[in-house]
Nanobody, 124 residues
Framework: QVQLVESGGGLVQAGGSLRLSCAAS????????MGWFRQAPGKEREFVAG????????YYGDSVKGRFTISRDNAKNTVFLQMNSLKPEDTAVYYC?????????????????WGEGTLVTVSS
């Protein structure tokens, strides 16, 4: 079965840091692009960061570029999101997702598998 499990969410002060992890059960994890998305109450789910199968290419949403870093450890079937300089507007449920297709896309509709999310709350 395919399973993505996020962890590492919690409460952090503005300006602080947090690292999210996503453990994947995908059989050939290294073949798939992975992404992080987030959704705040009453808002659309949005792209945060993406990474290619081997980790050679990374992509970021405009609102997090320069503050967040996505990485992966294929030996452990895990993808990470290091979040620095957090702002209250970063507060959201963060989701890990996998793209198993032959091309790389990171919009919500392109992702094939999703985790249940982990809540990140940034206080002022």
């Amino acid at each position: 079965q395919v399973q993505l499990v996020e962890s590492g969410g919690g409460l952090v002060q503005a300006g602080g840091s947090l690292r999210l992890s996503c453990a994947a059960s995908l059989r050939i994890f290294a073949s798939y692009a992975m992404g992080w998305f987030r959704q705040a109450p009453g808002k659309e789910r949005e792209f945060v960061a993406g990474i290619s199968g081997r980790g050679s290419s990374t992509y970021y949403g405009d609102s997090v570029k320069g503050r967040f870093t996505i990485s992966r450890d294929n030996a452990k079937n895990t993808v990470f999101l290091q979040m620095n300089s957090l702002k209250p507007e970063d507060t959201a449920v963060y989701y890990c997702a996998a793209n198993t297709k032959n091309y790389v896309r990171y919009d919500v509709s392109a992702m094939d598998f999703w985790g249940e999310g982990t809540l990140v709350t940034v206080s002022s």
